[in-house]
């Protein structure tokens, strides 16, 4: 139909349709700065979308790795690490239980005592700084090993529980006025 | 008319300024309360005063975002598709996301001297922190230019996908071992496991962040309308702009289009010229 070979110049109505519809042929950015700036910014959109949802799986993916494997089986109890102590060897791991009383001693710089859980009990030396609530009848978590008869820890977490009961809940409260002296 | 909506509005600001004054109030109580009425714990000692902060702070990070959930299900739901439920939604998840950075800190500083660390990677601080990571992605993907109905569904669909982190996370003290204690209040019985006066604070403390968190939703979403105004205006006024602009163009080059220009007279002449020859040759 096109019978000029400049299509910007001369060109018939026909030859300008047959242009516009033709997807291939490209258009400078002075003939439509409207649909290119539109398009511009979809891109854009698009590149900030991808951004953002690479930021969420790389922070996700993160945490999953992080968190979720150790989460889920965060602690062995005493009597679940003594039962699988075979397959567990000399990894390092968590063990929970109670601290037994009377049976804390200090030798030095280490600090040994008997953790307890469902009636098992395992003899325990700790390296690290027990913190402010450790004490006996306490249930806590150790990080550690197994090392011949003993478990070999270098830290101690105090898992506390979710009562919440007054130190002196009939004591009676202090008033401002001065005492009476009998004579 | 106006005169009631003018008294309506009136009443309206003079319910939120209520709001904001009980709920400072109510915190301002629940501090006094917390440090110097209530008795220490038998096995934290004076460490338990962070209980009346950070359970409620949580409470309330769940709550936010409970609302976001809701809010993006109605706003997802064609029959009660508002942009209403949309701005509540962003409004609910931004405060969320700042109560829920404020329950990890809290956590984080009750952790060191009770637990012994400032944080492990047990269910329920990883799943609090996922939560947080979500909500953080969830305000981002508000954020990314678009079409506001397709921005609005998109967020819709990723505040319900993070939503699920909620139940997870408060869960995941039963569900898992974690070194968290399981929760006080909504625990399986419902049965507080916490003293009289130590229990009255705390819900007065639960009370006092909830009142706190609905001023805040209040006036987070009268920011977000006014945002939006503004926005509107702004686009107008250049579209406005812009078509003068146009106008004024398309005018000019009328005028450059009607009025000939030197190269076209010059033709014109030459060719009356040629005309006029032509004439004169055929007369001879």
Redesign the interface.
Known sequence: MSTTQDPHRGASTQDATALAADPSTERSGDEFPGAQAMAS?RR??KR??VV?AL??AG??GF?FY???G??????ETVSQAVASRAQLGTSVFRL?GAVVPDSLHETGSALSFSLQSNGVTQAVIDHGS?????RPG?HV?LVGHFQGRYFVSN???????????????N?VPRTSAPLKRHP | MIHDQRKQSSLERYCVALLGVSSLIGIAATVWLGLWVTPPDVNMGQLVRLVYVHPPVAWVAYLAFGITALASVAYLWKKTRARFWDRLAGASAEIGVVFCALTLISGSIWGRPTWGVWWTWDARLTSTALLLVLFLGYLALRKVPGSFESRSKRSSVAALIAFLDVPIDHFSVLWWHTLHQPPTVLNAGLAPHIHGIMAWTLLLGFCAFTMGFAWLLIQRYRIETMREELDEQLLAASLAERRSEASSEFSSNEARTTEPSPRARVHARTARTGDLQESQVAAE
């Open positions: 910014r854009s959109t900030k979308l953002v930021v969420l922070a996700i945490l992080k968190g979720i150790s989460a889920l089986n965060y602690y929970e027990p913190p402010q609530l450790f306490v978590v830290r101690i977490m105090v898992k506390h529980s979710a009562n919440y009961i007054a130190e002196h809940p004591r």
